[in-house]
Nanobody, 124 residues
Framework: QVQLVESGGGLVQAGGSLRLSCAASGRAFSNYAVGWFRQAPGEERDFVAAISWSTHSTYYADSVKGRFTISRDNAKNTVYLQMNSLEPEDTAVYHC?????????????????WGQGTQVTVSS
């Protein structure tokens, strides 16, 4: 069992930055792939970024490549999402998710555990 808690969201102007954190409790978190997904009102939950458990390979949605960076600190059981050059279109609730057997990192159905989310609002 893994519990995930996101933090770091808030209100920022376009062009600004935020760093989201996903803190995990539970055993063997380092064995889990972790993804970030976001959901705007009335929209589906979309893939943002993911990091594998073993090689720390990273994956990004095209819309955030070059602006967002995902990283993990297994010693702290925490995954980060550094978001730069934020745009109003990035406004959403951001959720982190963890999965043991993730192959398609963009596929939300491959993740077993989810956090409650943190709101990110980017003003123009």
């Amino acid at each position: 069992q893994v519990q995930l808690v996101e933090s770091g969201g808030g209100l920022v102007q376009a062009g600004g930055s935020l760093r989201l954190s996903c803190a995990a409790s539970g055993r063997a978190f380092s064995n889990y792939a972790v993804g970030w997904f976001r959901q705007a009102p009335g929209e589906e939950r979309d893939f943002v970024a993911a990091i594998s458990w073993s090689t720390h390979s990273t994956y990004y949605a095209d819309s955030v490549k070059g602006r967002f960076t995902i990283s993990r600190d297994n010693a702290k059981n925490t995954v980060y999402l550094q978001m730069n050059s934020l745009e109003p279109e990035d406004t959403a609730v951001y959720h982190c998710a963890a999965g043991l057997t993730v192959v398609q990192h963009y596929n939300l159905y491959e993740y077993n555990y989810w956090g409650q989310g943190t709101q990110v609002t980017v003003s123009s």
